[in-house]
Structure formats: structure tokens, C-alpha cells
């Protein structure tokens, strides 16, 4: 598989996610000792983000962490309304 940056893997996963994939922004803001990546989804698709109780989230999370891990970095997820 090709090199992803996390910006990118995040973006990927959110648009096999929703509805709306063309109103899914992704920004990465990188801090001295982590990168905070803010996902922007339509108001519409903000569930199908979330998930029951948060679940689909945390896993996003969850990928991030790991792919962040392999490439020795520190990220945090931000889903933005």
C-alpha cells in the first residue's frame, strides 16, 4: 500500500462513511509534540461518523493511533460540527 499521510487516512475513512463524500474536510494542525487532525463532515453525516454511543469513532481513533504509532508520531482526532 502506498504512503499515506494521516490527513489522507482519515479523509478515506470518513468519506466510506458517509453520504456526502465531497462535503468531508479534513485539516491537519501539527504541534510541537502532536498533530490534531479535525474532521468536517455535513451535518447530516455527523451520526454516521459518530456511531452508536460513539463507537465508529473511537475506531477511527483507534486506526489513527496505530498509523501515528508506525510512524513514530502523536495524533489526536477532532471531529468538528
Do not use: W
Not at 478515506?12 to 502532536?34: C, R, Y
Amino acid at each position: 500500500m502506498a504512503d499515506l499521510s494521516l490527513k489522507e487516512l482519515v479523509e478515506f475513512m470518513a468519506k466510506a462513511l458517509v453520504d456526502n463524500p465531497g462535503s468531508v474536510e479534513v485539516k491537519e494542525v501539527v504541534g510541537e509534540q502532536t498533530t490534531v487532525v479535525e474532521l468536517k463532515v455535513d451535518q447530516s453525516d455527523l451520526g454516521k461518523v459518530i456511531g452508536r454511543q460513539g463507537r465508529t469513532a473511537r475506531s477511527m481513533r483507534t486506526i489513527l493511533t496505530a498509523a501515528s504509532t508506525k510512524l513514530q508520531k502523536r495524533s489526536v482526532l477532532e471531529i468538528v460540527e
